[in-house]
């Protein structure tokens, strides 16, 4: 996982957001102001969706013009691909969640997922790449030349095999990634670049797959993450899905049908329920109607329709508006703060514009205001401004950390943390090796993040082999030493007091 050296380019680093719902981009031009990649004369923000017409692969579409094909060509049209990058398709992230999606997710040569289009397996980080090289063209377009550098964001818990494909993506789309910044720092640099004072924020980051809290001391532009939590499995995504199970209940009650098994049907709910979700934001009620959703056994056909208030809403999603305070309470508590230590609470990802959220979290004395933080964008721009800085300075003027701690499983099951959650990147962390097996062959031991030792949703990073040298000399016990670098790269090494030393491949295997 070595990277190569990195120079400063020539042209301004693009910053990259590539969401799950949304992605956009940002840079520095010439003159130091700030641009956006336009995507429509209104918008800036370009659906993650990619459309596959015909079995000619690299004839695609993407953004709104492939989201339209969500409901005619469903089987087609790859929407939240980031879910599933750098997940093992045997994973239970992978087996719990494929179902709602009506595009077919297989295994891919590689053990990760892929998808199935006209009997083509694709990789999703070609998909992924296909995106972030649409919104690259749109930047060189307006900005008059290409970008050959960007910055590219993730989400706060990703782990190193998710960070992988992201920057995997970034350079099948011909770039060279300058940097990986968290989600959440990259918000809380353009909060810094717009406030500047010494202060300490908390970015409540709910986008369309992922929810990350994380509290940070800003202080002369120079951010610093003093704690950062969240819900890797919580979004945008889950409200549709409770929505669209509600609108499943009704059908089940009111017309006697079930319709949760079929995916197709399931999909166009969870769509409506999101067109409806995000005109509640602005009215208070509003009529849901979904042509043509199932049919009768007498054959008839059913149409779904529900006047559905902004209160109703509101009930049905409350379970995952709690988690999300919860999860911030949880990240304070870390950080050994209270609510009213928190200077601002910027809310970033499109989600948190429900006026739900905004209301749940009176209790923090300042809200970020919408006018000033646009919450689509934020995220890159902050990582366009890491871009400026790494090329004026090679320095990026953050503090980031390891979101996910990083431990390893011994011979016999028993696992051990090497690297906490919350330790300051870049970082060195070792583990005495003791009591290895006298086997002849070398000793696989699996490196895994978790955010709980006793969790079964473990995110496996890979395995690292101890050779037989290391094992048969008694007089010398070995350390495991993990490091990992400011743009998250992951390095293992085998370390004795005597100097000896040798550097480990981390494969990417179970064993
Ligand atoms: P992001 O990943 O930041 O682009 O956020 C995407 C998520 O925000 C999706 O789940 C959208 O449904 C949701 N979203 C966008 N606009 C709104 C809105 N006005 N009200 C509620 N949710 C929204």
């Not at 717009?194 to 940070?216: E, H, N, W, Y």
């Not at 004395?365 to 933080?373: A, F, I, M, Q």
């Not at 005495?432 to 696989?444: D, K, Q």
Request: with cysteine; aromatic share 6%; net charge neutral.
């Amino acid at each position: 996982m070595r990277r190569r050296p990195y120079h400063s380019p020539v042209q301004p680093i693009l910053g990259i957001d590539f969401g799950t719902t949304n992605t956009s981009a940002a840079w520095f031009d010439a003159q130091g102001k700030l641009k956006v990649a336009p995507v429509t004369d209104k918008s800036a923000v370009l659906p993650s969706v990619v459309w596959f017409p015909s079995a000619d692969l690299t004839k695609c579409l993407v953004g709104q013009a492939a989201k339209t094909q969500l409901i005619d060509d469903q089987k087609h049209t790859v929407f939240g691909a980031k879910r599933f990058l750098g997940r093992r398709f045997n994973s239970e992230y992978v087996s719990k969640h494929r179902e709602r999606f009506a595009f077919d997710l297989v295994e891919g040569e590689d053990g990760y997922t892929s998808v199935l289009i006209y009997g083509q397996t694709i990789p999703l980080v070609d998909v992924a790449g296909v995106v972030v090289r649409d919104i690259v063209m749109r930047a060189a377009r307006a900005a008059g030349h290409p970008f050959t550098h960007c910055v590219m964001t993730v989400p706060a818990h990703a782990s190193v095999r998710q960070r992988e494909a992201v920057r995997k993506a970034a350079e099948s789309a011909g770039l060279t990634v300058a940097a990986m910044v968290n989600e959440p720092t990259a918000a809380a640099l353009f909060y810094a670049n717009l406030r500047s004072p010494k202060q300490t924020v908390l970015i409540f980051d709910l986008g369309g797959g992922t929810f990350d809290a994380t509290v940070m001391r800003v202080e002369n532009r120079v951010v610093k993450v003093l704690a950062t939590g969240g819900d890797a499995f919580l979004g945008g995504g889950n409200f549709d899905e409770l929505l669209a199970e509600s609108f499943a209940q009704q059908l089940e009650d009111k017309q006697g049908v079930s319709v949760r098994s079929n995916r197709t049907v399931m999909q166009r709910l969870g769509l409506a329920a999101e067109f409806a979700k995000i005109q509640l934001s602005r009215v208070e009620s509003l009529d849901v109607r979904i042509p043509v959703v199932a049919q009768k056994a007498s054959g008839g056909f059913i149409d779904f329709q529900h006047k559905l208030t902004r209160e109703e809403m509101e009930n049905i999603v409350t379970p995952l508006v709690e988690r999300c305070v919860g999860a911030c309470d949880d990240v304070l508590q870390r950080a050994g703060l209270k609510p009213s230590d928190i200077d601002e609470l910027v809310l970033v990802g499109g989600q948190t514009r429900m006026p739900m959220i905004r209301k749940r979290l009176a209790h923090f004395p300042r809200l970020s205001s919408e006018k000033d933080l646009n919450p689509e964008l934020g995220v890159a721009v902050g990582a366009a401004i890491l871009g400026r800085n790494l090329r004026r300075t090679r320095s990026s003027g953050l503090n980031d950390v390891v979101a996910m701690p990083m431990s390893v499983m011994l011979v016999g099951g028993r696992t051990v943390e090497i690297i906490p959650g919350n330790t300051p990147v870049p970082c060195t962390k070792s583990i005495l090796l003791e009591g290895l097996p006298p086997w002849s062959a070398p000793v696989p031991l699996l490196l895994f993040e978790s955010l709980d030792q006793t969790s079964v949703d473990r995110e496996i990073i890979g395995t690292v082999h101890i050779s037989e040298e290391w094992r048969t000399r008694k007089d010398v016990v070995p350390s495991l030493e993990l490091s990992v670098g400011q743009d998250f790269a992951l390095t293992a090494r085998l370390v004795a007091p005597g100097g000896m030393q040798t550097q480990l491949q981390i494969v990417d295997q179970r064993r």
